[in-house]
């Protein structure tokens, strides 16, 4: 009777790591497709990326990517970064001071005022298209990097508000007002106390932040029209792709270029990202 | 703050609010706390500005008609009533299939279809991987959909469901399933559906994430007890799990919905705007209606039908999150 049991459980151990590593097999298939596709002349893949009979890897296609003489994949690298890492630290530097101040100050209002600005985080971003594109056709920042950083900065606000301001409520009260009793003011409890301990929220929320402006693609639609000006994103749409065929070595190397940065700073920031993702999702 | 004491608490405003302010500032004047206000100034300037401000300047231009020349004509509900009986929304005549449905239908499509599939798959798979060695390791390979740029998501689900390229086709063919071994990018019947089956992929690994979590915070007592009584598994997740998780999935189901009502850079990416009309949806159609049509006021209605439906759905959690 033991010994059956104990088989029986061992059988399901057993079964179980085997569905379970299946499905991450399987969850990978695609991905490794487009590596297949990316590494590989376009003529070794027409019986399928699947099918190794020729296997001739190489970086060719992600060097044309990078050097495509109409889009440039390297230009847009460089101008994901220039809007990616501005449009991550400013809202950063702005909704820390709001959270700070909605998590400690007292004054009417204030959770209306915060209520407001948080039900703001679930607005589509078509919401804003029509009056921004003309806003930035006014100030003439339309087809400026300067337009969608703006853009990006105010978008992820609200989320940052609300992030900073639940991560300020859980810090111990004590240390500001043993600081405030010392003569200390609210800037300088702020940058010399509250700051330092925020370090790991902060780094979760620019983690989160960073790649929300490198992966858009709506904002980069509506305000940049000129090829130059275009970030990964939208290049990626267009590389590639003829009239009627698609150049999928191209198309799959530019891919894999557009996602490794989100990517490699995932697995440098693993532990940053999910607390951001999930850190109020778990709390209740 | 719950939606009732947020009733309550407005109904108090000109007695709880108003007269103590109106007090406090006759006692002290505005000045001890009001370099305070410089912590709000930038993010409200900002907000107002390129968020507040354009958003209450599309619920307003639904109202009108936008005329050559600038000028603007007030229509009332006229754009709505276009918007709504435009066989681009809800498409009547071909339901209940295939597509084109209409952009409203096809994102109902996207929650009907999408949100029980990638929730309970990941619910599975996260009591799944509690017994398992290198979860971590599983988890990450299915939360690699979530890094993904989705404009990149859209890329490579065309690349799964393309003939030639695509995975899905070769593999009907080869099971002999020849109505699926066709190009699912050009089947209007197979686009949406493809699509929305394929977003799974990428969107799985949220819940699988959040519940992973959720469980580890159930306490081991818990399951021990009721093993001791004799509990059997099944009824220990329905009785145990599922309950202390109710909080969670109501999370995962709404932030589900808002990706579903928002989704856009896929179909795009997938089928490079033009072929879309079979898996059109509400926020592609705002695009179309404003950048291929020229009709502010259209696209302005769909926006802001769109929002009504996500602030519908994010009320349902507002007071968790800000709590």
């Given at each position: 009777m033991m010994k059956w049991s104990f088989r029986k459980l061992r059988l399901r151990t057993i079964a179980v790591h085997l569905i379970a590593w299946s499905i991450a097999l399987a969850w990978l298939v695609p991905f490794l497709g487009v590596f297949s596709t990316a590494v590989r002349p376009v003529s070794e893949i027409t019986n399928g990326w699947w099918n190794f009979d020729r296997l001739n890897p190489s970086l060719n296609n992600f060097i044309a990517a990078f050097t495509n003489p109409v889009l440039p994949l390297s230009r847009a690298y460089a101008n994901s970064f220039l809007i990616a890492i501005p449009a991550t630290l400013i809202p950063i530097f702005v909704a820390t001071l709001a959270g700070y101040g909605f998590a400690r100050f007292r004054f009417p209002m204030r959770d209306y005022l915060f209520l407001s600005i948080v039900l703001l985080m679930s607005i589509p971003q078509q919401m804003i298209a029509i009056p921004v594109f003309k806003i930035m056709l006014d100030l003439n920042l339309y087809d400026n990097l300067l337009s969608i950083i703006l853009i990006h900065s105010a978008w992820g606000l609200p989320w940052i508000i609300l992030f900073m301001r639940n991560f300020t409520r859980a810090l111990p009260l004590e240390v500001e007002e043993a600081a405030r009793v010392d003569g200390a003011g609210d800037f300088k409890i702020f940058s010399k106390i509250v700051i330092p301990m925020a370090v790991p929220a902060l780094a979760s929320a620019a983690v989160l932040q960073f790649m929300w402006a490198w992966n858009d693609y709506f904002f980069a639609l509506i305000l940049l029209p000129t090829q130059a000006n275009w970030p990964v994103t939208r290049v990626v749409t267009s590389i590639g792709s003829g009239a009627l065929t698609t150049d999928w070595g191209i198309l799959s190397a530019a891919s894999i270029l557009t996602m490794l940065v989100p990517l490699v700073l995932y697995v440098v920031t693993q532990r940053y990202y999910i607390r951001g993702m999930i850190g109020w999702t778990i709390k209740g | 703050m719950g939606g009732y004491t947020l009733v309550t608490r407005i109904r108090h405003i000109p007695s709880k609010i108003l007269l103590p302010l109106l007090s406090r500032i006759s006692r002290h004047g505005l000045r001890p706390h009001a370099g305070r206000a410089l912590f709000f100034t930038p993010a409200l300037v900002l907000l107002v500005l390129l968020v507040i401000y354009p958003v209450l300047q599309t619920i307003f231009l639904g109202f009108y008609l936008e005329l050559p020349g600038g000028q603007r004509q007030f229509t009332g509900l006229d754009n709505y009533r276009a918007v709504l009986t435009d066989p681009a929304t809800i498409n009547v005549g071909n339901l209940p299939w295939?597509?084109?449905?209409?952009t409203l239908i096809h994102n109902a499509l996207w929650i009907v279809i999408h949100l029980p599939i990638s929730l309970f798959a990941g619910l599975w798979l996260a009591l799944l991987l509690q017994?398992?060695?290198g979860a971590s390791v599983v988890k990450s390979c299915i939360f690699l959909g979530m890094v993904t740029p989705m404009i990149v998501g859209g890329v490579i689900l065309r690349f799964l469901l393309e003939a030639g390229v695509g995975v899905v086709p070769s593999f009907f063919g080869v099971i002999g399933v020849r109505s699926l071994a066709v190009n699912w990018m050009v089947h209007r019947e197979l686009l949406l559906l493809g699509l929305i089956l394929g977003s799974v992929w990428l969107w799985t690994g949220f819940s699988l994430i959040v519940y992973s979590a959720g469980l580890t915070t159930i306490p081991k007592d818990y399951f021990e007890a009721a093993r001791v009584d004799g509990t059997p598994p099944g009824r220990m997740f329905f009785r145990i799990t599922f309950p202390l998780l109710k909080p969670l999935t109501l999370v995962i189901v709404v932030m589900t919905i808002l990706w579903e009502l928002k989704i856009f850079d896929i179909v795009v990416a997938a089928t490079n705007f033009g072929g879309g009309v079979g898996a059109d949806t509400l926020a592609l159609q705002v695009y179309r209606f404003f950048f291929y049509d020229s009709n502010a006021g259209k696209a302005a209605v769909v926006a802001s039908l769109l929002t009504l439906l996500t602030l519908i759905s994010t009320s349902l959690i507002l007071r968790r999150m800000a709590k």
């Open positions: - | 295939p597509p084109p449905l209409g017994e398992t060695k």
